[in-house]
C-alpha cells in the first residue's frame, strides 16, 4: 500500500512525504543542538569554534542544511505554484529560489569545512 502511493500515480505524495521526513530530521537536529548547547554553553569565540569542532557535529549540521534546504525548496515551490498564476513570472522566482538556495547550502559548507 505505501509503495503504490509513492508511485507517479499520486504525485504530490512524495513531495509530502518528503517535506515531513525533513522536518522530523530537523526536529531531532533542534532537540539534539539545544542539548549541546546547554550542555557546553559557549560564551565566547573560541567556545563556539569548539562547539563545532567535532566533524560528527559538523556532518549532522550539514544534514540539518540540506534538509532545510529540500523543506524549504518543497515548500516554497507549491507556494508559487498556488499564488503565481504567470507561468513566466513563477519560472523566474523558482529559478531565482534555487540558486538561492544553492548558495545558502554553499556558504553552508563553507562555514562547516572550511
Do not use: C
Amino acid at each position: 500500500m505505501w509503495i503504490e502511493l509513492l508511485t507517479k500515480r499520486y504525485p504530490g505524495m512524495r513531495a509530502w512525504l518528503s517535506q515531513r521526513l525533513t522536518g522530523l530530521a530537523m526536529a531531532l537536529y533542534s532537540v539534539l543542538a539545544v542539548g549541546r548547547f546547554f550542555y557546553l554553553a559557549p560564551s565566547d569565540y573560541q567556545a563556539w569554534v569548539e562547539f563545532f569542532q567535532p566533524l560528527w557535529w559538523r556532518v549532522l549540521t550539514m544534514l540539518f542544511w540540506l534538509a532545510l534546504t529540500l523543506h524549504a525548496w518543497l515548500g516554497i515551490r507549491d507556494v508559487f505554484k498556488d499564488y503565481v498564476p504567470n507561468a513566466t513570472l513563477r519560472s523566474v522566482l523558482l529559478k531565482g529560489l534555487v540558486i538561492l538556495l544553492w548558495l545558502y547550502l554553499a556558504w553552508a559548507a563553507y562555514l562547516l569545512f572550511a
